[in-house]
């Protein structure tokens, strides 16, 4: 059973940094691509970035691109999100999700994410 749980939200202040954890079981990173959306309240759920074993160039959101950076440890099938230079625009509630690759190794943000953690809430403000 693939499980994610995510962790390391909370208060930043602007120009800040937060560090964000996928943990996850049942599900490797040689086969499963991991996902790093954020929903904000009134806004619609937007895809940052993605991880996989195979991922060489992971792909980031222009919102967040130069500023956050994505990581995977395949030895804990876990996921990161470091988060630098933090924004009030990033206040939202952080989510990482699993999607099968099928026959590809590298992510992409267009994969049917299926597996979903519980969010992580994230708050910039001084």
């Known amino acids: 059973q693939v499980q994610l749980v995510e962790s390391g939200g909370g208060l930043a202040q602007p120009g800040g940094s937060l560090t964000l954890s996928c943990s996850t079981s049942?599900?490797?990173?040689?086969?499963?691509?991991i996902g790093w959306f954020r929903q904000a309240p009134g806004k619609e759920r937007e895809g940052l970035s993605c991880?996989?074993?195979?991922?060489?160039?992971?792909p980031y959101a222009d919102s967040v691109k130069g500023r956050f950076t994505i990581s995977g440890d395949n030895a804990k099938n876990t996921a990161y999100l470091q988060m630098n230079n933090l924004k009030p625009e990033d206040t939202a509630v952080y989510y990482c999700?699993?999607?099968?690759?099928?026959?590809?190794?590298?992510?992409?943000?267009?994969?049917?994410?299926?597996?979903w953690g519980q969010g992580t809430q994230v708050t910039v403000s001084s």
């Open positions: 999700a699993a999607a099968w690759m099928g026959v590809k190794s590298w992510c992409e943000m267009s994969f049917y994410y299926d597996w």
């Open positions: 049942g599900l490797s990173l040689d086969k499963y691509a």
């Open positions: 991880i996989s074993s195979g991922t060489t160039s992971p």
